[in-house]
């Protein structure tokens, strides 16, 4: 599987994967008929606000009959999280499978 990932400090979370600068390459066994794998990367989704598109695609040694479902992608949007002080809400930005997931975590100071 490849992936050009539109994002900065990422870190591959899934064995089999390497990253060298955005592009993100893994490798794995046989996959059957029907079944599905799961790569986790994570990194700061960068650019400008607004939509971003990222595909991924697989390939393989072996030969493949349907080679048209060798590639997805998802779009997402990028907004802007405001920056709070200490012991407010702090933004979490997250890659998740195909595509980006944004999410917003609060973080309460213990008193």
Known sequence: MTDQVPATNLRAGTPGCTLTG????CVGGLLPVGQSATITVTGTATG???YVTNTATV???EPD??????????TVEIVDVPVLPVGMAAGVVG????GFGL???NRHSAS
């Open 59 to 61: 390939t393989g040694n």
């Open 95 to 98: 890659l998740s499978g195909l």
């Open 103 to 105: 999410r917003r975590r």
């Open 48 to 50: 400008p606000l607004g």
């Open 22 to 25: 955005s592009n993100l390459s």
């Open 65 to 74: 009959p349907n080679t048209g479902n060798n590639s997805a992608g998802s």
